[in-house]
Protein backbone atom coordinates (compact mmCIF):
# COMPACT_ATOMS: atom_id res chain seq x y z
CA UNK A 1 0.00 0.00 0.00
CA UNK A 2 1.37 3.39 -1.28
CA UNK A 3 1.16 5.76 1.16
CA UNK A 4 0.36 9.99 0.48
CA UNK A 5 -0.38 13.14 2.15
CA UNK A 6 -3.13 14.66 1.15
CA UNK A 7 -2.92 18.63 2.47
CA UNK A 8 -6.71 18.72 3.94
CA UNK A 9 -8.28 18.13 7.49
CA UNK A 10 -11.68 18.48 5.63
CA UNK A 11 -13.31 14.63 6.59
CA UNK A 12 -15.68 14.91 3.11
CA UNK A 13 -13.20 15.55 1.10
CA UNK A 14 -10.74 12.86 2.58
CA UNK A 15 -13.49 10.53 2.44
CA UNK A 16 -14.37 11.34 -1.44
CA UNK A 17 -11.23 11.48 -2.23
CA UNK A 18 -10.06 8.26 -0.64
CA UNK A 19 -13.00 6.18 -2.14
CA UNK A 20 -11.51 7.76 -5.67
CA UNK A 21 -7.78 5.86 -4.56
CA UNK A 22 -9.03 2.53 -3.68
CA UNK A 23 -7.41 0.27 -1.08
CA UNK A 24 -4.40 0.35 -2.98
CA UNK A 25 -3.69 3.82 -1.64
CA UNK A 26 -3.75 4.99 1.88
CA UNK A 27 -3.83 8.42 2.28
CA UNK A 28 -2.44 10.38 5.41
CA UNK A 29 -3.79 14.45 6.63
CA UNK A 30 -0.93 16.48 7.71
CA UNK A 31 -2.38 16.62 11.60
CA UNK A 32 -1.68 12.78 11.00
CA UNK A 33 1.92 13.84 10.16
CA UNK A 34 2.04 15.55 13.67
CA UNK A 35 1.39 18.94 11.22
CA UNK A 36 -1.54 21.46 12.81
CA UNK A 37 -0.50 24.42 11.70
CA UNK A 38 -3.26 26.09 8.56
CA UNK A 39 -0.86 25.54 5.50
CA UNK A 40 -0.79 29.13 3.58
CA UNK A 41 -2.71 28.91 0.44
CA UNK A 42 -2.04 32.98 -0.65
CA UNK A 43 -1.56 32.53 -4.20
CA UNK A 44 -4.09 34.38 -6.94
CA UNK A 45 -4.62 31.16 -8.78
CA UNK A 46 -6.29 27.86 -8.29
CA UNK A 47 -2.72 26.39 -9.34
CA UNK A 48 -1.04 28.14 -7.10
CA UNK A 49 -2.18 27.57 -4.33
CA UNK A 50 -2.37 23.85 -4.89
CA UNK A 51 1.32 24.20 -5.74
CA UNK A 52 2.08 26.38 -2.43
CA UNK A 53 0.52 23.73 -0.24
CA UNK A 54 2.17 20.59 -1.74
CA UNK A 55 5.45 22.20 -1.51
CA UNK A 56 4.69 23.30 2.31
CA UNK A 57 3.91 19.66 2.98
CA UNK A 58 6.94 18.17 0.83
CA UNK A 59 9.45 20.66 1.97
CA UNK A 60 8.62 19.98 5.93
CA UNK A 61 7.73 15.70 5.29
CA UNK A 62 9.77 14.73 2.28
CA UNK A 63 7.41 12.29 2.00
CA UNK A 64 4.75 12.01 -1.66
CA UNK A 65 2.17 14.76 -1.40
CA UNK A 66 -0.67 16.14 -3.20
CA UNK A 67 -2.45 19.00 -2.73
CA UNK A 68 -5.91 20.38 -4.35
CA UNK A 69 -7.43 23.78 -4.75
CA UNK A 70 -10.76 24.55 -6.06
CA UNK A 71 -13.24 27.49 -6.75
CA UNK A 72 -16.54 27.87 -7.94
CA UNK A 73 -16.38 30.17 -11.28
CA UNK A 74 -19.46 31.65 -12.07
CA UNK A 75 -19.87 33.82 -15.48
CA UNK A 76 -22.34 36.35 -14.80
CA UNK A 77 -19.77 37.31 -11.36
CA UNK A 78 -17.07 37.53 -13.97
CA UNK A 79 -15.73 34.17 -12.37
CA UNK A 80 -16.01 35.03 -8.89
CA UNK A 81 -15.87 33.33 -6.35
CA UNK A 82 -13.59 31.56 -7.84
CA UNK A 83 -9.77 31.93 -5.61
CA UNK A 84 -12.04 33.20 -3.26
CA UNK A 85 -14.64 30.43 -2.91
CA UNK A 86 -13.50 29.32 1.00
CA UNK A 87 -13.62 33.33 2.09
CA UNK A 88 -16.57 34.88 -0.31
CA UNK A 89 -19.01 36.23 2.68
CA UNK A 90 -16.24 35.84 5.63
CA UNK A 91 -12.64 35.20 6.61
CA UNK A 92 -13.76 31.37 7.89
CA UNK A 93 -15.29 28.66 5.99
CA UNK A 94 -18.65 29.71 6.60
CA UNK A 95 -20.78 27.74 4.03
CA UNK A 96 -24.21 28.82 4.92
CA UNK A 97 -22.61 32.70 4.76
CA UNK A 98 -21.00 32.04 1.50
CA UNK A 99 -24.61 30.44 0.04
CA UNK A 100 -26.28 33.51 1.05
CA UNK A 101 -23.63 35.91 -0.44
CA UNK A 102 -24.14 34.18 -3.51
CA UNK A 103 -28.04 33.28 -4.05
CA UNK A 104 -27.55 37.51 -3.20
CA UNK A 105 -25.48 38.00 -6.06
CA UNK A 106 -27.31 36.23 -8.40
CA UNK A 107 -30.77 37.76 -7.44
CA UNK A 108 -32.24 38.84 -10.60
CA UNK A 109 -29.75 37.75 -13.00
CA UNK A 110 -30.73 34.94 -16.06
CA UNK A 111 -27.17 33.37 -16.84
CA UNK A 112 -26.80 30.88 -13.92
CA UNK A 113 -23.86 29.47 -15.73
CA UNK A 114 -20.87 28.34 -13.82
CA UNK A 115 -18.46 25.81 -12.80
CA UNK A 116 -16.26 24.55 -10.91
CA UNK A 117 -12.56 23.76 -11.20
CA UNK A 118 -10.19 22.05 -9.33
CA UNK A 119 -6.39 22.00 -9.43
CA UNK A 120 -4.09 19.05 -7.67
CA UNK A 121 -0.52 19.63 -7.37
CA UNK A 122 1.61 15.95 -7.01
CA UNK A 123 5.13 15.64 -5.61
CA UNK A 124 6.14 12.44 -6.34
CA UNK A 125 9.96 11.04 -6.09
CA UNK A 126 10.48 15.36 -5.84
CA UNK A 127 8.79 16.05 -9.00
CA UNK A 128 5.34 18.31 -8.94
CA UNK A 129 2.52 17.29 -11.62
CA UNK A 130 -0.55 18.93 -12.33
CA UNK A 131 -4.07 17.36 -12.56
CA UNK A 132 -7.14 19.76 -13.33
CA UNK A 133 -11.23 18.85 -13.18
CA UNK A 134 -14.20 21.00 -14.64
CA UNK A 135 -17.66 20.32 -14.09
CA UNK A 136 -20.33 22.53 -15.80
CA UNK A 137 -23.54 23.50 -14.44
CA UNK A 138 -25.54 26.11 -13.47
CA UNK A 139 -26.19 27.96 -9.77
CA UNK A 140 -30.18 27.01 -8.82
CA UNK A 141 -32.57 29.66 -7.85
CA UNK A 142 -32.48 28.39 -4.25
CA UNK A 143 -30.62 25.86 -1.61
CA UNK A 144 -31.46 21.96 -1.61
CA UNK A 145 -30.09 18.80 -0.15
CA UNK A 146 -27.83 18.43 2.70
CA UNK A 147 -25.81 15.74 1.48
CA UNK A 148 -21.88 17.51 0.98
CA UNK A 149 -20.65 20.63 1.59
CA UNK A 150 -19.69 24.31 0.84
CA UNK A 151 -22.08 25.01 -2.17
CA UNK A 152 -23.20 22.27 -3.36
CA UNK A 153 -26.95 22.54 -2.54
CA UNK A 154 -26.86 25.53 -5.00
CA UNK A 155 -25.39 24.06 -8.20
CA UNK A 156 -27.04 22.24 -10.35
CA UNK A 157 -24.36 20.00 -12.99
CA UNK A 158 -25.45 19.64 -16.19
CA UNK A 159 -27.42 16.69 -17.38
CA UNK A 160 -28.64 16.97 -13.86
CA UNK A 161 -32.25 18.63 -12.76
CA UNK A 162 -30.95 17.78 -8.80
CA UNK A 163 -27.87 19.65 -6.99
CA UNK A 164 -25.03 18.16 -5.59
CA UNK A 165 -26.21 18.26 -2.12
CA UNK A 166 -28.76 15.92 -3.57
CA UNK A 167 -26.70 13.52 -4.54
CA UNK A 168 -25.32 10.32 -3.15
CA UNK A 169 -21.28 10.95 -2.59
CA UNK A 170 -20.87 8.22 -5.21
CA UNK A 171 -23.00 9.47 -7.56
CA UNK A 172 -21.42 13.17 -7.10
CA UNK A 173 -18.04 11.70 -7.53
CA UNK A 174 -18.44 10.53 -10.65
CA UNK A 175 -18.83 13.33 -12.19
CA UNK A 176 -17.62 15.90 -10.06
CA UNK A 177 -14.66 18.32 -10.50
CA UNK A 178 -12.66 17.03 -7.73
CA UNK A 179 -13.79 13.17 -8.79
CA UNK A 180 -12.60 14.09 -12.92
CA UNK A 181 -8.97 15.58 -11.44
CA UNK A 182 -9.05 12.41 -8.79
CA UNK A 183 -9.38 10.51 -11.47
CA UNK A 184 -6.25 11.72 -13.56
CA UNK A 185 -4.38 11.63 -10.57
CA UNK A 186 -4.92 8.28 -9.88
CA UNK A 187 -4.14 6.80 -13.32
CA UNK A 188 -1.33 8.75 -13.31
CA UNK A 189 -0.62 7.02 -10.40
CA UNK A 190 -1.46 3.43 -11.51
CA UNK A 191 0.29 4.32 -14.76
CA UNK A 192 4.16 4.12 -12.61
P1 LIG B 1 -10.94 23.93 -1.35
O1 LIG B 1 -9.88 24.59 -2.12
O2 LIG B 1 -11.18 22.54 -1.80
O3 LIG B 1 -10.80 24.06 0.13
O4 LIG B 1 -12.30 24.65 -1.72
C1 LIG B 1 -12.51 26.02 -1.51
C2 LIG B 1 -13.98 26.24 -1.27
O5 LIG B 1 -14.70 25.86 -2.44
C3 LIG B 1 -14.57 25.41 -0.12
O6 LIG B 1 -14.45 26.07 1.10
C4 LIG B 1 -16.00 25.29 -0.56
O7 LIG B 1 -16.70 26.46 -0.21
C5 LIG B 1 -15.90 25.23 -2.06
N1 LIG B 1 -15.89 23.84 -2.53
C6 LIG B 1 -14.81 23.07 -2.81
N2 LIG B 1 -15.18 21.86 -3.23
C7 LIG B 1 -16.53 21.86 -3.22
C8 LIG B 1 -17.50 20.88 -3.55
O8 LIG B 1 -17.22 19.74 -3.94
N3 LIG B 1 -18.78 21.26 -3.40
C9 LIG B 1 -19.16 22.48 -2.98
N4 LIG B 1 -18.29 23.43 -2.64
C10 LIG B 1 -16.98 23.12 -2.77
Known amino acids: MTEIIFATNNAHKLSEVQALLGDNFHLLTPRDCGITEDIPETAAT ?13 DRMGKNCFADDTGLEVEALGGEPGV ?6 TDGHDFAANNRLLLKNMEGVKNRRARFRTV ?9 HLFEGIVEGRIAESESGCEGFGYDPLFIPDGHD ?25 TFLKSR
Not at 46 to 58: I, P, T, V
Not at 84 to 89: G, K, N
Not at 167 to 180: Q, V
Open 120 to 128: ISLIIDGEE
Open 46 to 58: LDGNASQKSHYLY
Open 84 to 89: HSARYA
Open 162 to 186: CTFAEMSADEKNAISHRGRAVQKLV
